[in-house]
């Protein structure tokens, strides 16, 4: 079965600073996906990024940039300089290609940058 | 290009009623799912399909169908509703395993 973890529950931060979400996740597929969402307070899901299990390189997109480490079954989400628009919830999910192919969600970190 | 479209936005039904969400994509995607998001559960897979006329159960499927007629649509039904299933619902699709899902704008049901 697959598990994500995400341990924060409720992150609060000032504009401009920088903020880490962490995911952890289980599975014994060797194959498998990744995924951030952002979900902000009008309730829709966005796509924000996927990495695959063989590809280990960090990505960076503008001020989001995302750790992925296989050893520690961690994907980890920074924001650079956050501002008051990434206030939303964000969810890590995984994927496997086996059995079922659906995303199994983390429980979600709330994010609030206040000005 | 719609995307996933889920009917309806909202709902309250009264314990004991059934009734039908209603979930269309127009990408051709195989790969459907229902999830029910709940505070601080995250989103919870209730129902999948892996193509036309293939569907399995998720993680808390007790009360709902589905079916998955056509590739377009999969509708998750509620056999008999009750309190402890007002929630928001999504329904999502996918290509393939390489993509992550597209959601639908999720609806809100309350069950009185």
Known sequence: AQKVTQAQTEI???????????????????TYYLFWYKQPPSGELVFLI????FDEQNEISGRYSWNFQKSTSSFNFTITASQVVDSAVYFCALRVTTRRRALTFGSGTRLQVQP | NAGVTQTPKFQVLKTGQSMTL????????????????????????IHYSVGAGITDQGEVPNGYNVSRSTTEDFPLRLLSAAPSQTSVYFCASSGTALYGYTFGSGTRLTVV
């Open chain 1, 12 to 30: 609060s931060v000032v504009e401009k600073e920088d903020v880490t979400l962490d995911c952890v996740y289980e599975t014994r597929d060797t």
């Open chain 1, 50 to 53: 996927r990495r695959n299990s």
């Open chain 2, 22 to 45: 209603q979930c269309a994509q127009d990408m051709n995607h195989e790969y459907m799912s229902w999830y029910r998001q709940d505070p601080g559960m995250g989103l919870r897979l």
